[in-house]
Structures are given as structure tokens and as C-alpha cells.
């Protein structure tokens, strides 16, 4: 199992992700830098498509 990350570049937020489904590890740790928790959950909702599409896709 590999280990995956994400960044924000223009907010200087970066975090460890625990598997790209996990919604609610994502937001906890998204919470962990000045982001508004609507943001957190979007971002995280996208994250969790993004598996999924590149199955599809490739």
C-alpha cells in the first residue's frame, strides 16, 4: 500500500491521506489548517470521486 498525499499550494495546506474514501479522516485533518469546514468537506467529497473516476477512465 502506498502512502498518498494532498496540497493546496495556494493555501498552504497539505495533509497525509488515509485512502481516498476516508471523507472523514480527510476533513479532520484539512480542519487542522485555517480552511472553513464546508471547504474541508468539499474538498474531501472530491477526493473520494477521484479513485472512482480514474477507473473509469483508464
Do not use: Q
Not at 21 to 46: C, Q
Amino acid at each position: 500500500m502506498g502512502y498518498d498525499y494532498m496540497c493546496i499550494p495556494n493555501h498552504n495546506i497539505g495533509c497525509e491521506l488515509a485512502d481516498f474514501s476516508d471523507i472523514r479522516w480527510t476533513v479532520g485533518r484539512l480542519s487542522m489548517h485555517p480552511i472553513r469546514k464546508v471547504d474541508a468537506v468539499t474538498v474531501a467529497a472530491g477526493i473520494s470521486h477521484l479513485e472512482k473516476a480514474a477507473a473509469v477512465s483508464g
